[in-house]
């Protein structure tokens, strides 16, 4: 905890105004979208604790356990059967991902996992393809150069959960 302190503490100006700016974008947009304040509670804690663990991985490479707290917990706002199945299926979805191709770090399933938990098993397909698709756009012609190269997964898994949250309500 202290370590993901430090990062914040360290960051640049520019990177905690970045962060800030998505920030309030993010809930201008959950403001718009969301027309039931429960719901409006759920994708503000979904949407920061995403902003956190996004610029966590982007900056060490790591996701910690303790910043997946409060994914878990906003799930836990209009629990249903289809939310226990998305906690499980994106998680062996990734976990067999992980074991065929050394690329996917465990943080990176149990986001997944988390978000799966909050958004149910559609909803964690949908942003797992997303994010998918998003880092290939934006990572594949840097990998093409340099293929030992570490990239951050959680920022575009965490961008395909926020559109998938917004497109189906929570």
Request: with cysteine; net charge positive.
């Amino acid at each position: 905890m202290t370590q993901i302190i430090r990062i914040f503490r360290t960051s640049r100006s520019t990177e905690r105004i970045l962060l800030f700016a998505l920030l309030l974008l993010c809930t201008g947009i959950l403001l718009k979208m969301q027309t039931e304040t429960w719901m409006l509670f759920k994708g503000v804690l979904f949407t920061i604790s995403l902003l956190i663990i996004s610029f966590t991985d982007f900056k060490l490479q790591i996701i910690p356990n303790i910043l997946l707290i409060p994914v878990i917990c906003s799930g836990f706002i209009g629990v249903t059967w289809n939310s226990v199945a998305g906690l499980l299926f994106p998680s062996a979805l990734f976990l067999m991902m992980a074991y065929f191709k050394n690329g996917i770090g465990g943080g990176d399933i149990k986001l997944m996992s988390a978000c799966g938990f909050a958004l149910g098993i559609y909803g964690a397909i949908l942003a797992a393809l997303i994010g998918l698709l998003l880092f290939l756009i934006v990572h594949l012609p840097t990998y093409l150069k340099h293929k030992n190269k570490v990239y951050a997964l959680a920022p575009c898994l965490s961008v395909g959960c926020f559109v998938v949250f917004n497109m189906i309500g929570g």
